[in-house]
């Protein structure tokens, strides 16, 4: 079965802040992709960043870092010091099989406070 | 603009009513697909076309909803006899062919039907 978890439901800070959302996946394939969204009020889902199962480099894009550790079966995203823009539901997905069928996590809703 | 477009945004329609939502992807992208969002939840995947041919179909998908896409080009989903149970986000994305480079969905900002 595939699956993704995200625990933490609502996750609230004040600017400047880090914070980490966390992301674990599940899955009997040994090919598969992992993505960020973000999904702002406006309701659009905003590609974040897709690693694929071989390569569990890190990735930084500015204030944003993924932490992808296949041992685990986690794939964390953390933003270094937290603006109000950031304030969204950001979800967790795997692409696992065919099809490129997105399957996603809950989504963690992130509020940051001024 | 050459992203994912939905219409309409916003639909409120009285239960047992029939629905027809619109998704014109991006025009190189052959792959389209149609997932539903309910609130705090999300999106849950509904059905897949390869260019014309729809491949695949969840069971989320009721016969009540049908999904097409003439000529491969855009896509509606038309729900009959709407339930109250079918209130959402309907989310359209698009991707391009396989292969590591293009595998990534772009979204539109969806159709929110309300069922009264």
């Known amino acids: 079965a595939q699956k993704v978890t995200q625990a933490q439901t609502e996750i609230s800070v004040v600017e400047k802040e880090d914070v980490t959302l966390d992301c674990v996946y599940e899955t009997r394939d040994t090919t598969y992709y992992l993505f960020w969204y973000k999904q702002p009020p406006s309701g659009e889902l905003v590609f974040l960043i897709r690693?694929?199962?071989?390569?569990?480099q890190n990735e930084i894009s500015g204030r944003y870092s993924w932490n992808f550790q296949k041992s685990t079966s986690s794939f964390n995203f953390t933003i270094t010091a937290s603006q109000v823009v950031d304030s969204a539901v950001y979800f967790c997905?795997?692409?696992?099989?065919?099809?490129?069928?997105?399957?996603f996590g809950a989504g963690t809703r992130l509020a940051v406070h001024p | 603009d050459t992203g994912v477009s939905q219409d309409p945004r916003h639909k409120i329609t009285k239960r047992g009513q029939n629905v027809t939502f619109r998704c014109d992807p991006i025009?190189?992208?052959?792959?389209l697909y149609w997932y539903r969002q309910t609130l705090g939840q999300g999106p849950e995947f509904l059905t897949y076309?390869?260019?014309?041919?729809?491949?695949?179909k969840s069971r989320l998908l009721s016969n009540r909803f049908s999904a097409e896409r003439p000529k491969g080009s855009f896509s509606t989903l038309e729900i009959q006899r709407t339930e109250q149970g079918d209130s959402a986000m309907y989310l359209c994305?698009?991707?391009?062919?396989?292969?590591?480079?293009?595998?990534?969905?772009?979204f539109g900002q969806g159709t929110r039907l309300t069922v009264v």
């Open positions: 997905a795997l692409i696992s099989g065919g099809y490129n069928k997105l399957i």
């Open positions: 025009s190189e992208h052959n792959r």
């Open positions: 690693r694929n199962s071989f390569d569990e």
């Open positions: 994305a698009s991707s391009g062919e396989g292969g590591s480079k293009n595998t990534e969905a772009f």
């Open positions: 076309f390869q260019n014309e041919a729809q491949l695949e």
